[in-house]
């Protein structure tokens, strides 16, 4: 994995040699940028370099998969109506597909035809893993979407979750100690909400702490994955992880015991 570093300035620059590298805590070589936010020097060159760095995933595998695709803005075009833009993270979708789309806020999840899709606004059929799309939806109205639906293939029967347990560690805290009832913002992908604490598989957490944490979210369920990454802060309090199982809100069954 790369590791950057860039450091800003205002209106003046000051080079005080090493004292990045003394708070790098590895030996490992470190690309420093300075850039200005003001006038923009350097931000050039940044952006070269992460050009040059390869892809995280492998896309081209996931394109065998079933289709996911996570809405992170949705806007209205006149003459085209409700649009909605996001990574298309597994499969591929294609004009007159009709996909899943949800959760609402009560959990249920709508057919929806694709009208058409863009692809760096150029007209295409069929978008892949790895772009990002713009949808025409069908017979959906802008107030209905919201940041962190998704448009799922039917075949993958997604789930609505309120719970799900995660592993995670506390990265720094000002006195603060995690335990039941807990409410910090959790954000998983494009997905961002409070969740409460509901259960924990030790007594409680402080900095430097590991653990395993059931949470639940506070207004509405979301469409998160187990392996889907997380971070959460409250106050001057951070961690993150990962989410390890998630509960479909409608299922009938009881919820296991948090695993130690």
């Given at each position: 994995?790369?590791?950057?570093?860039?450091?800003?300035?205002?209106?003046?620059t000051?080079?005080?040699?090493?004292?990045?590298?003394?708070?790098?805590?590895?030996?490992?070589?470190?690309?420093?940028?300075?850039?200005?936010?003001?006038?923009?020097?350097g931000?050039?060159?940044l952006?070269?370099?992460?050009?040059?760095?390869?892809?995280?995933?492998?896309?081209?595998?996931r394109?065998?998969?079933?289709?996911?695709?996570?809405?992170?803005?949705?806007?209205?075009?006149?003459g085209?109506?409700?649009?909605a833009?996001?990574?298309?993270?597994?499969?591929?979708?294609?004009?007159?597909?009709?996909?899943?789309?949800?959760?609402?806020?009560?959990?249920?999840?709508?057919?929806?035809?694709m009208?058409?899709?863009?692809?760096?606004?150029?007209a295409v059929k069929?978008?892949y893993?790895?772009?990002?799309?713009?949808?025409a939806?069908?017979?959906?109205?802008?107030p209905?979407?919201?940041?962190?639906?998704?448009?799922?293939?039917?075949?993958?029967?997604?789930c609505?979750?309120l719970?799900?347990?995660?592993?995670?560690?506390?990265?720094?805290?000002?006195?603060?100690?995690?335990?039941?009832?807990?409410?910090?913002?959790?954000?998983?992908?494009?997905?961002?909400?409070?969740?409460?604490?509901?259960?924990?598989a030790?007594?409680?957490?402080?900095a430097?702490?590991?653990?395993?944490v059931?949470?639940?979210?506070?207004?509405?369920?979301?469409?998160?994955?187990?392996g889907?990454?997380?971070?959460?802060r409250?106050?001057?309090?951070?961690?993150?992880?990962?989410?390890?199982a998630?509960?479909?809100?409608?299922?009938t069954?009881?919820?296991?015991?948090?695993?130690r």
């Open positions: 994995v790369a590791t950057t570093m860039t450091t800003t300035t205002t209106t003046t000051t080079t005080t040699p090493g004292a990045v590298p003394r708070h790098a805590h590895s030996d490992m070589v470190l690309p420093l940028f300075q850039v200005s936010a003001v006038t923009g020097t931000l050039d060159l952006r070269r370099f992460l050009n040059l760095l390869p892809p995280r995933g492998n896309w081209t595998a394109v065998a998969e079933r289709t996911q695709v996570v809405i992170d803005a949705n806007f209205h075009v006149v085209v109506g409700t649009v833009s996001g990574i298309v993270e597994a499969g591929s979708v294609s004009v007159g597909d009709t996909l899943l789309l949800g959760p609402d806020s009560n959990g249920r999840w709508t057919p929806v035809p009208r058409s899709l863009h692809v760096r606004r150029s069929t978008a893993a790895g772009q990002e799309v713009g949808v939806l069908k017979k959906i109205k802008r209905f979407l919201r940041r962190g639906m998704a448009l799922v293939d039917p075949a993958l029967n997604p609505a979750v719970v799900f347990d995660a592993d995670i560690v506390i990265l720094s805290s000002h006195s603060t100690t995690i335990k039941l009832n807990y409410q910090p913002v959790v954000q998983a992908g494009v997905v961002r909400q409070a969740a409460a604490v509901q259960e924990l030790r007594p409680l957490l402080r430097g702490d590991r653990g395993r059931r949470f639940r979210f506070i207004r509405r369920p979301e469409y998160v994955r187990e889907d990454r997380l971070v959460f409250e106050g001057r309090c951070r961690g993150i992880g990962v989410i390890r998630v509960y479909d809100m409608h299922s069954d009881e919820l296991p015991p948090l695993s």
